[in-house]
């Protein structure tokens, strides 16, 4: 199933040191990453010599960058958006370093138990901004769904997708983010199949929220690989394992939530096995 996917992941969950990401990788047989964070670093705040040194760490282990695991569009919608696009223009420059046309990004948090769409029209004001700049360099911006900000939920991406889609702007699908929206995930996934260009394989329980194994959990991975599977897709599916409390968790999530695995190697070696077994 899926065999014209490449899997990819999240290797700084991993752990933080680069070139422990980079040998778990080549033991996997795992050719791509999702850059989101090396030596401590995250990716918004890599330099460019810095880039251009894992960059060719990489290159010495035939491993390319699948997307920029970018943590643009993770503001609040209130807050400053000309230094945060200052931010996006060198994520931009990074995805180009890299040779990717993806970057993974979201559509800024909103306050607690707002009403989406009295902050649709700010959203897309800012959305449309880096669309355009989007297509000015040629790079393509990957909405997450995501808790708390405006595409949290499936009808609020299919208004971004619907408004925004093209070339230059696709989606994501995560399954777990939705579980712990209290979203079906088969439900959110017809809504969205026309825009889905690439997957994030993490699965979580209805009831807790808890991140568990791919294909373990609410998400309904088999399902919808196999919908995905009929209709020819043959993007991405990038781990996102959210086993091991991994550095920088606690930025990422603002409920990190549950008991995690002490090591991230094992983490995501068990993540990466699960998925391998769903794609049987």
């Known amino acids: 199933m899926l065999e014209q996917c490449k899997i990819t992941g999240f290797a700084d969950e991993i752990d933080s040191s680069?070139?422990?990401?980079?040998r778990v990788l080549e033991e996997l047989n795992q050719k791509y990453l999702e850059l989101r964070g090396a030596d401590g670093i995250g990716v918004a705040d890599l330099t460019i010599s810095k880039a251009q040194e894992l960059k060719k760490q990489m290159q010495d282990k035939n491993i390319g960058v699948s997307a920029i695991g970018s943590p643009i569009g993770k503001i609040g919608i209130a807050d400053d958006f000309a230094p945060h696009f200052e931010s996006y223009k060198h994520i931009v420059e990074l995805a180009q370093l890299f040779e990717t046309p993806y970057i993974r990004m979201f559509s800024?948090?909103?306050?607690?138990?707002?009403?989406?769409?009295?902050?649709?029209?700010?959203?897309?004001e800012r959305m449309g901004k880096m669309v355009d700049y989007a297509k000015q360099e040629n790079v393509i911006l990957l909405h997450e769904n995501e808790k708390g900000i405006y595409g949290a939920m499936a009808e609020e991406c299919a208004l971004l997708q619907k408004e925004f889609y093209g070339e230059n702007f696709k989606a994501i699908f995560d399954f777990a983010n939705f579980i712990q929206c209290n979203q079906d995930t088969l439900q959110a996934y017809e809504m969205l199949a026309p825009y889905i260009a690439y997957i994030h394989v993490k699965d979580a329980m209805k009831e807790t929220g808890e991140v568990v194994l791919p294909g373990h959990g609410d998400g309904q991975l088999a399902s919808i690989f196999s919908r995905l599977n009929d209709k020819g897709f043959v993007g991405y599916l990038s781990l996102e394992p959210h086993l091991f409390?991994?550095?920088?968790?606690?930025?990422?999530?603002?409920?990190?939530?549950?008991?995690?695995?002490?090591?991230?190697i094992l983490a995501y070696k068990a993540a990466h096995g699960s998925l391998l077994e769903l794609l049987k």
């Not at 680069?18 to 980079?22: E, H, I, P």
């Not at 800024?108 to 897309?124: C, G, I, K, M, S």
């Not at 409390?245 to 991230?264: I, M, R, V, Y």
């Open 18 to 22: 680069f070139a422990v990401q980079l």
């Open 108 to 124: 800024f948090y909103l306050p607690h138990n707002a009403n989406p769409e009295d902050y649709r029209e700010q959203v897309f």
């Open 245 to 264: 409390h991994f550095a920088g968790l606690d930025n990422l999530e603002k409920n990190p939530g549950a008991k995690k695995e002490s090591n991230g």
